[in-house]
């Protein structure tokens, strides 16, 4: 059984910073594509970031410069550091998990940012 497991989530000031992590479960880490995505209230789910197998990253970019992903293989975990966080930050955070040798696509829980103060 396939599993995404987020954690990290929190509450915190503008200006502030956290790291949120995604571990995977079930399934061949090293040839998933990994990424964040975003929900807030009443808005859309919007890309934030992803990285590819091999690593490369992109951003969306209203987080540039601001947040990084990165991806631990042997670890089998995802993580998003999140910097200079906004109000407009806050959303529930979803991890993600595509490959094109899988025609599933997988989604954790969500983590809960909250960015206030």
């Known amino acids: 059984q396939v599993q995404l497991v987020e954690s990290g989530g929190g509450l915190v000031q503008p200006g502030g910073s956290l790291r949120i992590s995604c571990t995977a479960y079930?399934?061949?880490?090293?040839?998933?594509?990994m990424g964040w995505y975003r929900q807030a209230p009443g808005k859309q789910r919007e890309l934030v970031s992803s990285?590819?197998?091999?690593?490369?990253?992109i951003y969306a970019d209203f987080v540039r410069d601001r947040f990084t992903i990165s991806r631990d293989n042997a670890k089998n975990t995802v993580y998003l550091q999140l910097n200079s966080l906004k109000p407009e930050d806050t959303a529930v955070y979803y991890c993600?998990?595509?490959?094109?040798?899988?025609?599933?696509?997988?989604w954790g829980q969500g983590t809960q940012v909250t960015v206030s103060s």
């Open positions: 990285i590819s197998s091999g690593g490369n990253a």
């Open positions: 993600n998990a595509e490959s094109r040798a899988d025609p599933q696509a997988y």
């Open positions: 079930g399934i061949s880490f090293n040839l998933y594509g």
